[in-house]
């Protein structure tokens, strides 16, 4: 088998890639990792009250999809006394839940409002923070510094683990 490897394994120079694809990788490394950041924008405002319209949601009724996918549907009721609307809820949801929530402004589902809610829309930009932790030391280690390469390593375990905590405590708040 190992015959076989040494013919798949392109030879390198140096360092990794030339300047161009380094900078292309960058780039890549960085929106890959800050697109879960941006796509989370919406999400914050409404669990944080910034945006939608505070109610109650009842749940009331989740279908199996199969695969470990549900669809949840509920009822969700304004603080304002206007009429119930029909919407959907999140797939963690259990039939009988019944919840703070924000309708979002288009008015077709509701997201869970308050602590848990922030919590659970920051489960998403949380793993992009996980990822960008080590963009500092490969960037250094491409353009050959030596000095700081032992902080950005501690400075990426840190960063990434952080990121991690966030995902898996937002994970954990969005499903309790």
């Given at each position: 088998m190992t015959e076989f490897l040494s013919d798949l394994s392109a030879p390198t120079r140096g360092r990794g890639p030339r300047p161009s694809g380094r900078i292309v990788l960058v780039l890549l490394w960085l929106g890959i990792c800050m697109l879960?950041?941006?796509?989370?924008?919406?999400?914050?405002?409404?669990?944080?009250g910034r945006a939608g319209t505070p109610g109650t949601l009842r749940v009331v009724s989740c279908e199996d999809l199969g695969e470990g996918r549900y669809d949840c549907r509920g009822r969700f009721t304004?603080?304002?006394?206007?009429?119930?609307?029909?919407?959907?809820?999140?797939?963690?949801?259990?039939?009988?839940?019944?919840?703070?929530?924000?309708?979002?402004?288009?008015?077709?589902?509701?997201?869970?409002?308050?602590?848990?809610?922030?919590?659970?829309?920051?489960?998403?930009?949380?793993?992009?923070?996980?990822?960008?932790?080590?963009?500092?030391?490969?960037?250094?280690?491409?353009?050959?510094?030596?000095?700081g390469r032992r902080a950005a390593v501690t400075g990426g375990v840190l960063v990434t683990a952080a990121g991690g905590v966030l995902t898996v405590v937002g994970m954990v708040a969005a499903c309790s």
């Open positions: 879960p950041m941006v796509l989370a924008i919406g999400e914050l405002e409404l669990a944080a304004p603080d304002s006394g206007e009429a119930v609307v029909e919407v959907a809820a999140s797939p963690d949801s259990e039939a009988g839940d019944v919840l703070r929530a924000r309708l979002t402004p288009a008015g077709d589902r509701a997201v869970p409002a308050g602590s848990r809610g922030v919590l659970a829309a920051l489960a998403l930009p949380g793993a992009g923070l996980a990822g960008l932790g080590f963009l500092p030391y490969v960037v250094m280690y491409w353009l050959g510094a030596r000095r």
